[in-house]
């Protein structure tokens, strides 16, 4: 039964409690749970879409960018896949209960270190609506309740998949309050969720540089932090013409308004007259609209002048930076100076310069000759994500099961007492 909450606060306690009953619940159950939550996701279908339908009439009046409008929609295409990913993560092995660490110690105490869900897990994140779907079902899977404040932006859809969600923990005969919202309490509700220490668990933003820094910097909940993707394809001097071309392109016109399309490609000076001419075509042919230096414009005249804040830009659109750099330490050190740290790939030939890239690049993910499109929990096979991380601590790169699991000590003894 579903108890009528008056402030956020007392919301998030009825998570903190359901959170109890989904921490004890086996393999089996919490894999038929998800099933069920995928089942109803597609049976309310056109409720979703017509929900959706709202929100993108209310974005587009209210001037969200074309980027945002792409992340907030949700068509049946997309709906059926944030269904089929919710069935993925069913089919994952359960996280909890792994024994990590195991030893005996002198005196006959048995140690075991194993995985235990966290808890509360919260999220806030803008016009995402996927990211409701996602983790709330790596929450659960993982032995989780879930906190989420998806933002004004997708707020009749966040409403309508958080009612699907609730509905199948019902039907389960489970707690509907360990899948909750905060939505209708604006920005107090996020606030709220970042004061919520001792009742939240973990937090997790995902969304634009700014809001994952006032996340960062007002929580005193704990903080995963999800980064902005400035991210980087060098072509170094060897690079093949067709990987060039085709990695580049997906890269960028895949789907641009994502953390993982690249935003800036650095080209070797020893490459550019055999490379530039051939990407620049691909990428007019995509629709992208390059921003360049006086290297890249002597060649592409249509190009439009770069300047710094280009290099710092997550453009989140058809629009993409584009430099000439003489060799790879050129290459590493504007990476270094301008990368958030999210995926960074070269494109190359040279065995040498690969490993050499792999090695020094510090970035969640670094990649050679594949685009940067696969930083994705979807694609490294986690069935979806809880975002993608580029800190340091706990997690990094994207985020799936294990990364919603902390740890505890079992010890087992028989009446042993320490001198």
């Known amino acids: 039964m579903t108890t009528i909450a008056a402030t956020a606060e007392e919301r998030m306690l009825l998570a903190k409690d359901a959170s109890r009953q ?4 086996g393999d089996a159950d919490k894999a038929r749970l998800l099933r069920g939550i995928a089942d109803a996701i597609d049976a309310d279908v056109a409720q979703i879409v017509a929900a959706n339908a709202d929100d993108l009439a209310r ?24 269904a089929a990913a919710v069935r993925d993560v069913a089919d994952l092995p359960d996280p909890v209960g792994r024994v990590l660490d195991e030893r005996v110690l002198p005196n006959g105490i048995r140690l075991q270190k194993v995985s235990v869900p966290f808890g509360v897990v919260g999220s806030i994140y803008e016009a995402r609506p996927n990211v409701t779907v996602d983790i709330a079902a790596l929450a659960l899977r993982s ?96 690079a093949p013409l067709e990987w060039a071309s085709d990695i580049v392109v997906n890269a960028k016109a895949q789907r641009p308004s994502v953390c993982n399309a690249v935003e800036t490609v650095l080209v070797h000076r020893d490459a550019v007259d055999r490379l530039v001419p051939v990407l620049g075509a691909a990428l007019a042919e995509a629709g992208v609209t390059v921003h360049g230096d006086d290297g890249i414009r002597a060649l592409l005249p ?29 290459a ?43 930083t994705d929990g979807g694609e490294f096979g986690f069935g979806a994500e809880v975002g993608i991380s580029t800190q340091k ?25 320490r001198p």
């Open 22 to 25: 989904i921490g004890l619940l």
């Open 59 to 82: 974005g587009d009046a209210d001037g969200l960018s074309a980027g945002l409008l792409d992340r907030l929609r949700l068509d049946a295409g997309r709906v059926a896949a944030l």
């Open 143 to 238: 032995g989780n309740a879930v906190v989420l404040r998806g933002g004004t932006a997708a707020a009749s859809t966040n409403a309508a998949l958080v009612a699907v969600m609730r509905g199948a923990l019902v039907d389960a005969g489970l707690d509907p309050e360990a899948v909750q919202t905060v939505d209708d309490f604006g920005r107090a509700g996020a606030d709220a969720l970042m004061q919520a220490r001792g009742v939240v668990d973990v937090l997790v933003p995902r969304g634009s540089a700014e809001l994952i820094e006032t996340v960062v910097t007002r929580s005193q909940v704990p903080v995963i932090e999800t980064g902005a993707g400035v991210v980087h394809i060098v072509l170094d001097a060897t």
């Open 302 to 330: 249509a190009a439009l002048p770069a300047g710094e804040d280009d290099w710092a830009t997550e453009h989140m659109s058809l629009d993409l930076s584009m430099r000439v750099v003489d060799d790879l330490d050129e």
């Open 332 to 374: 590493l050190a504007h990476i270094r100076t301008y990368s958030t740290h999210h995926t960074e790939s070269i494109i190359t030939a040279d065995e040498a310069n690969a490993e050499r890239f792999l090695a020094e690049v510090d970035s969640a993910v670094v990649m050679v000759n594949a685009s940067t499109r696969f």
């Open 393 to 417: 601590l706990h997690a990094r790169g994207p985020m799936g099961l294990a990364e919603l699991t902390s740890t505890k000590w079992l010890a087992r003894g028989a009446g042993q007492i």
